[in-house]
């Protein structure tokens, strides 16, 4: 059973608040990622790390940040949230040489 | 690069009909391909993944797909459907020459299973 943890799982907020969110992984997983996901459901790569202090901007333009201080947690901030920024975050992460990604519960953010 | 069609934003089954879930790829290098299943207010879950071996894959919960090359397919099937299979379904790409990089998913297919 993969073992990465979100917090909070759901979150409603002001506009024009900081937020971070929260991605924790005890498997030891070089690779972490973060995915937006629309309320339509599909899913987009927005930031992704293969290691401590590497990040690199995915497919998906956001206005978040991300930061990789220690190999097993990849916290997601918005510096001033808007109701654009509703949406599904989820968090994964996989092995260097893995086959596969595990992924997080996600979190619900709602901006009001 | 890579993309992935899912055919049907929505796929409605009968309990004990058969379950077809189709998704086409499009990859420069040989591909990774997973399908990931997502029930309300979760994460999402892996059903099974092909990664250059058998073509014929089968995951958890009963489900196969089966990498077809030269239709460039690997469509989700599930001989018998059960009410809790309803949920959200993805086909995702991923370039497998060099290892698990990041995936690339489709627009999802909802189940919807009557009984």
């Known amino acids: 059973e993969a073992d990465i943890y979100q917090t909070p799982r759901y979150l409603v907020i002001g506009t024009g608040k900081k937020i971070t969110l929260e991605c924790s992984q005890t498997?030891?997983?070089?690779?972490m990622y973060w995915y937006q996901q629309d309320p339509g459901m599909e899913l987009h790569l927005i930031h992704y790390?293969?290691?401590?202090?590497?990040?690199e901007k995915g497919d998906l333009s956001s206005e978040s940040t991300v930061s990789r201080i220690r190999t097993e947690h990849f916290p997601l901030t918005l510096e001033s949230a808007r109701p654009s920024h509703t949406s599904q975050y989820l968090c994964?992460?996989?092995?260097?040489?893995?086959?596969?990604?595990?992924f997080g519960q996600g979190t619900r953010l709602t901006v009001v | 690069a890579q993309s992935v069609t899912q055919l049907g934003s929505h796929v409605s089954v009968s309990e004990g009909a058969l379950v077809l879930l189709r998704c086409n790829y499009s990859?420069?290098?040989?591909?990774?391909l997973f399908w990931y299943v997502q029930y309300p207010n979760q994460g999402l879950q892996l059903l099974l993944k092909?990664?250059?071996?058998?073509?014929l894959v089968k995951g958890i919960n009963g489900f196969e797909a089966e990498f077809k090359k030269s239709e460039t397919s690997f469509h989700l099937t599930k001989p018998s459907a059960h009410m809790s299979d309803a949920a959200e379904y993805f086909c995702?790409?991923?370039?497998?020459?060099?290892?698990?990089?990041?995936?690339?998913f489709g627009t999802g297919t909802r189940l919807l299973v009557s009984p």
């Open positions: 994964a992460s996989s092995e260097v040489r893995g086959t596969e990604a595990f």
């Open positions: 498997m030891g997983h070089d690779k």
């Open positions: 790390s293969y290691g401590v202090n590497s990040t």
């Open positions: 990859s420069s290098v040989p591909p990774y």
């Open positions: 092909y990664t250059s071996a058998a073509t």
């Open positions: 995702a790409v991923s370039g497998g020459n060099t290892g698990f990089q990041k995936l690339v």
